[in-house]
C-alpha cells in the first residue's frame, strides 16, 4: 500500500508523514522474529522420510541447516534489503545479477514449484482426513487408497480456488489459526509424547547407539535425505522482514541462527519420537505420522484423541493451501502484467484475481494428480512429486545463491541496508557459495530413487523428474522469445533494471542533441543522473532506452518537433518516463558488469 501511495503522487507533506510512520512503526524483537521464520518452515509431514535412518536423521537435518538453511536466511535479507521498494521478488534478484531471460526462469520455476507442491501436500490432508474414524483397519485401508486420495485431491484443491476467486479477507486469519492448530500444537504434542513414553519406561524400536554419521558408502541411503532441503524451503520469504528489525545488521543474523537452532530441535525431536513408537522397516511418508499418534495415545490409554489430531493436522493443511492458492501465482502475475506474459494469463475478475492463472493452475495440478493411477502406490507418487518439486525450486536457489555474489561486483555502490560482512565480499563467497554447493549436491541425489521406498519402474521414476524438469525449464524461454510490445499492461509501473538506468543516460542525452539541432529553440532534455528521466517540458516523454539493445535501435527524446517525435516512433517503443522491463528487448538483456 505505501508504495501504490507514493508512486501516484500524493502530496510531499503526507509523503513525510508516511514515512515518519513507517520509521516509528514497532520494531520486531530477535526472538519473534525467529518464532516468525519457524513458524514459516516447521511442517510435520515430512518427518516419516527422515524417520527411516534413526539417529543419523540428525545429521542431516542439522547438515542441511548449515548448508542451506541459513544460508538461504542470510543471502535473502541482503538481497531482500536492496530491492525493498522495487518489485519482482526472485524475478527482481536474478534479473538483477543475469539479465531478464534467467530472472523470469527463476520465478517461472517458483510459481510451478509450488504448483506440483499442492497435489504432495493435499495428499497428506487426505490421509489425515481419512484417519478422523475411529478403527484403524479401515483409516489405513482408505488412506492407501488411490482413488479416494485423487478425488479428495481434486475436491479440496478446486473447492480452494473458487473460494480465492472470491477474494476473501478471511483467509488469511484462517491460515494463522491453521498454523498453530494443525502445525505447533501438534508438533509439541508429538515430542511431549515421546518424552513421556522413554520416561515411564516404553520400548523404543529406535537404537540410541547408533551412529550419528550415515553410512556413506551405501549411496542409496542418503538419496532421500535430498528431500529435506524441501523442509527449509521458503526461508527467503523472511527477507522481507529485515528492516522490520532493530539494527538489522546485528540481530537479524541473529534471529536467523536461533530460529534455525529451534527449527532443527522441532525436526529432530519430531522425528526422534516417530522413530521410537514405529519400526523402521513399517514406516510410511504419508501414513506414519497419524499411525504414531495413535499409537501413543493408545499407549496413555485416550484413543479417543486420535480423531481430533487428525482433525487438526488435516484442518492445517487446508487453511495452508487456501491460503496458497492465490499467493505464488501472484508474483508471476506482477511480473506478466510487464509484458512477460499474454494477456490471457494478466485477465483477472472484478475483484482483481488472476483468474485466467489460478485455472491453468488447477489444470496442471489435476494432471498430475493423475500420476496416482499409473504408480504403484500413493507413497510412492508422494515420493516422485516431492522430489520433482524439490529439484525445481534448486534451481531457483542455485540462481539466488550466485545471483548474491555476482550483484556485490555488478552494483558495488548500491546501498545495503543489511549485508553479509562489514567489508570486502569475502564472507559472502562463503555464505552463498555454501548454499550453492549444498543445492548443487541435493539437486544431484534428487534424480536417483531412493532404496527405501518402492517407487516402481525406474523408467517412470526417471522420466517424470527428468522430462519433467526440462520441460518446466524450456518453457520460460519459449514464453520469452515469443513475447510481444502488446502483452505489456498500460497500467504495470514495473521498474527497469540497474543495468537499463544506466543505459538511459547517455542515449537521452544524444537524442537531446539531435532535437535541439533539428529545433535551436527547443528546450533542451536533462537527464537526472540514475533515474535517466526526462525532464524537457511537462509531458515529454522518453523512448524505451532501457533495453541494452535500446542505443542501437535509435531511440530519442520526444518532444522537440513532429519530426523528431516521429522518429522516436520509428526507433522504438515508446513509453511514458519509466522504460517497462516487457518491452524493446529482444537477446541483447544480459547485464553489463
Not at 41 to 53: D, Q, T
Not at 173 to 194: D, E, F, Q, S, Y
Not at 330 to 344: L, R
Not at 437 to 448: D, E, P, T, Y
Request: hydrophobic fraction near 50%; glycine fraction near 10%; proline fraction near 5%.
Amino acid at each position: 500500500h505505501t508504495r501504490f501511495c507514493l508512486s501516484r503522487g500524493l502530496g510531499d507533506v503526507y509523503k513525510r508523514q508516511l514515512m515518519a510512520n513507517i520509521k516509528n512503526a514497532v520494531k520486531l524483537g530477535v526472538f519473534t522474529l525467529a518464532i516468525m521464520n519457524v513458524t514459516a518452515v516447521v511442517s510435520l509431514r515430512g518427518l516419516p522420510a527422515e524417520a527411516v535412518y534413526g539417529m543419523s536423521s540428525a545429521f542431516y537435518y542439522l547438515f542441511a541447516a548449515i548448508v542451506f538453511l541459513i544460508p538461504t536466511s542470510l543471502v535473502a535479507a541482503e538481497l531482500a534489503a536492496m530491492f525493498q521498494d522495487k518489485q519482482g521478488g526472485v524475478f527482481r534478484w536474478v534479473g538483477e545479477a543475469y539479465g531478464k531471460k534467467l530472472g523470469f526462469l527463476a520465478i517461472w520455476v517458483q510459481w510451478i514449484e509450488s504448483t506440483i507442491w499442492y497435489p504432495t501436500v493435499l495428499t497428506f490432508g487426505a490421509v489425515s482426513i481419512a484417519f478422523i474414524g475411529m478403527n484403524d483397519v479401515h483409516d489405513m485401508s482408505l488412506a492407501n487408497n488411490k482413488y479416494y486420495t485423487l478425488v479428495v485431491v481434486l475436491i479440496i484443491y478446486w473447492l480452494a480456488t473458487f473460494i480465492s476467486l472470491k477474494g476473501m479477507s478471511w483467509v488469511g486469519k484462517v491460515a494463522k489459526i491453521g498454523g498453530m492448530v494443525g502445525t505447533i500444537i501438534p508438533a509439541a504434542l508429538l515430542i511431549i509424547l515421546g518424552i513421556i513414553y522413554l520416561a515411564s519406561g516404553g520400548h523404543s524400536n529406535m537404537d540410541f547407539n547408533s551412529s550419528f554419521f550415515p553410512d556413506f558408502t551405501n549411496f542409496d541411503n542418503v538419496v532421500l535425505a535430498a528431500s529435506i532441503f524441501l523442509f527449509y524451503a521458503g526461508m527467503e520469504m523472511g527477507g522481507i522482514h529485515v528492516k522490520d528489525v532493530e539494527n538489522p545488521s546485528k540481530n537479524y543474523p541473529k534471529a536467523v541462527f536461533i530460529g534455525a537452532l529451534i527449527t532443527v530441535l522441532i525436526f529432530v525431536l519430531g522425528t526422534f519420537a516417530l522413530g521410537v513408537i514405529i519400526p523402521a522397516k513399517d514406516i510410511n511418508l504419508t501414513q506414519s505420522l497419524l499411525v504414531g499418534f495413535d499409537n501413543y495415545f493408545r499407549y496413555i490409554h485416550a484413543s479417543w484423541l486420535s480423531p481430533i489430531i487428525a482433525v487438526a493436522l488435516a484442518f492445517g493443511v487446508l487453511a495452508g493451501v487456501l491460503t496458497w492458492v492465490a499467493g505464488p501465482s501472484k508474483g508471476i502475475f506482477a511480473v506478466g502484467k510487464a509484458g512477460y506474459m499474454p494477456p490471457f494469463f494478466q485477465k483477472t475478475n472484478k475483484l482483481g484475481v488472476q483468474k485466467n492463472i489460478l485455472f491453468v493452475q488447477g489444470i496442471a495440478v489435476t494432471v498430475l494428480s493423475l500420476l496416482f493411477v499409473v504408480m504403484p502406490s500413493v507413497q510412492s507418487f508422494y515420493q516422485i512429486l516431492s522430489q520433482l518439486t524439490v529439484i525445481l525450486y534448486l534451481i531457483m536457489y542455485l540462481l539466488m545463491f550466485s545471483g548474491a555474489i555476482a550483484l556485490r561486483y555488478k552494483m558495488k555502490k548500491l546501498n545495503r541496508p543489511f549485508r553479509i560482512g562489514k567489508s570486502g565480499n569475502g564472507l559472502m563467497w562463503f555464505v552463498g557459495g555454501l548454499g550453492f554447493c549444498g543445492s548443487l549436491l541435493a539437486f544431484i541425489l534428487s534424480f536417483i530413487p531412493p532404496s527405501q521406498i518402492s517407487t516402481g519402474s525406474n523408467t517412470v521414476w526417471f522420466s517424470v523428474l527428468i522430462i519433467g524438469a526440462i520441460i518446466v525449464v524450456i518453457a520460460p524461454f519459449i514464453i520469452y522469445a515469443s513475447k510481444k510490445p502488446s502483452w505489456v499492461d498500460p497500467n504495470s509501473n514495473f521498474e527497469p533494471f540497474h543495468w537499463e538506468v544506466q543505459a538511459q543516460p547517455a542515449t537521452v542525452n544524444v537524442s537531446a542533441s539531435n532535437a535541439n539541432a533539428a529545433r535551436p529553440t527547443a528546450t533542451s532534455a536533462h537527464t537526472g543522473g540514475a533515474t535517466g528521466a526526462s525532464t524537457a517540458k511537462p509531458g515529454a516523454t522518453v523512448s524505451n532506452a532501457a533495453a541494452p539493445d535500446a542505443a542501437s535501435s535509435g531511440a530519442t527524446a520526444s518532444g522537440a518537433t513532429p519530426s523528431s517525435s516521429s522518429s522516436a516512433t520509428s526507433g522504438g517503443n515508446s513509453t511514458s518516463g519509466k522504460a517497462s522491463p516487457g518491452t524493446g528487448d529482444k537477446d541483447k538483456d544480459a547485464p553489463k558488469s
